[in-house]
C-alpha cells in the first residue's frame, strides 16, 4: 500500500495563480481531510469529507475548496493563492470520523510558497 | 469552540534528562490520540487512550488520560537524540479531530 500520497511536495506561487494540491490514498478510507501547518499554530483543520460527494468546511477554510468524486481522492484548491497561503499543507485519511476514534494517517506533505 | 491546549510549547533537554508534555481539552473526551512529527516529516500516529486513568508504555515513553479524560500527558524517560520532534495531541470534536498546538522537544548530545 502506498498509504496517502500527496502531490506535488514543494511548489512556489505567484499571488493570485491557482494551483491544486491532490491527495490520494489506497486504503479504502471513508474520512479525508487536509490540515495546514504554520509556525506556533499547530495543525489546522481546513476542509474535510466523511465519503463520496459530502464535504464540509474546518477551522481555516477561505481561500481554498475541495470536492470528494471518488473514495480515493480529495483535492484541495487554492482559488487565487495569497502570501498568507505560505504554509505546509498535510492531507490526512482515517476508517472513520474523528470521534470514533480512529487513527488518522498523514501524507508526507507539500510545501507551498506564495510570493 | 473546543479547545485542545499542549504545554510546553518548546523544550530542550539534554541526552538522558526526562522530558514530559500536557495536554488539556476545555471538554470531556472520549478519546485522546498522541503523535510525533520528526523535523521535515508528518505527524505519525503513537498511541490512542480510551479509558479514565489508563496508562500505556510504549518503551521509554509513557502515556496516561486523566480521570476526568479531560488531560493527558506524555512522559519520555531518559531521552534519546531519535525523540527529537513534535508531539502532538488530538481528541475528537465534532466530526473532526482537534490537535493542540505541539511540543517541539530538542535533544543535545
Known amino acids: 500500500n502506498a498509504g496517502v500520497t500527496q502531490t506535488p511536495k514543494f511548489q512556489v506561487l505567484k499571488t493570485g495563480q491557482s494551483m491544486t494540491l491532490q491527495c490520494a490514498q489506497d486504503?479504502?478510507?471513508?474520512?479525508m481531510s487536509w490540515y495546514r501547518q504554520d509556525p506556533g499554530m499547530g495543525l489546522r483543520l481546513i476542509h474535510y469529507?466523511?465519503?463520496?460527494?459530502?464535504?464540509d468546511q474546518g477551522e481555516v477554510p477561505n481561500g481554498y475548496n475541495v470536492s470528494r468524486s471518488t473514495t480515493e481522492d480529495f483535492p484541495l484548491r487554492l482559488l487565487s493563492a495569497a502570501p498568507s497561503q505560505t504554509s505546509v499543507y498535510f492531507c490526512?485519511?482515517?476508517?472513520?470520523?474523528?470521534?470514533?476514534?480512529?487513527?488518522?494517517?498523514f501524507g508526507e506533505g507539500s510545501w507551498l510558497t506564495v510570493v | 469552540g473546543q479547545q485542545v491546549m499542549q504545554i510546553p510549547q518548546y523544550q530542550h533537554v539534554q541526552e538522558g534528562e526526562d522530558f514530559t508534555t500536557y495536554c488539556n481539552s476545555s471538554?470531556?473526551?472520549?478519546?485522546i490520540q498522541w503523535y510525533k512529527q520528526r523535523p521535515g516529516g508528518h505527524p505519525v500516529f503513537l498511541i490512542q487512550?480510551?479509558?479514565?486513568?489508563e496508562v500505556k508504555k510504549q518503551k521509554r515513553l509513557t502515556f496516561q488520560f486523566g480521570e476526568a479524560k479531560k488531560n493527558s500527558s506524555l512522559h519520555i524517560t531518559a531521552t534519546q537524540t531519535t525523540d527529537v520532534g513534535t508531539y502532538f495531541c488530538?481528541?475528537?470534536?465534532?466530526?473532526?479531530?482537534?490537535f493542540g498546538k505541539g511540543t517541539t522537544l530538542s535533544v543535545s548530545s
Open positions: 469529507s466523511v465519503g463520496a460527494g459530502i464535504t
Open positions: 487512550l480510551v479509558k479514565s486513568g
Open positions: 490526512a485519511s482515517s476508517y472513520g470520523i474523528g470521534l470514533s476514534g480512529n487513527t488518522i494517517y
Open positions: 486504503m479504502n478510507h471513508e474520512y
Open positions: 471538554t470531556t473526551l472520549s478519546n
Open positions: 488530538a481528541g475528537p470534536g465534532g466530526t473532526a479531530l482537534i
